[in-house]
């Protein structure tokens, strides 16, 4: 059975350096987001590694990637 996702909530207000309030249909968007762009990192690393023929997705699969990925998540 699968475990749901941590709540990024309390995370994020964590991280905050001043008093930002956090809806929680924006936390929702968020979390979605997150998890859209780790879901993305995950199949781009996963088709680096084919190509590399390796069975595993290591740590330079995902460094190879990564960069791609976050200049395609800005925009």
Known sequence: ????????????????TTNI???????????????????????EATSKAFEEKSATIRAQHLKAVSKKMLKKARG
């Open 1 to 16: 059975m699968l475990k749901k996702a941590p709540r990024l909530k309390h995370t994020i207000k964590s991280k905050a």
């Open 21 to 43: 309030n956090v809806r929680p249909a924006s936390e929702a968007m968020i979390e979605l987001l997150t998890l859209v762009f780790l879901n993305g990192l995950a199949e």
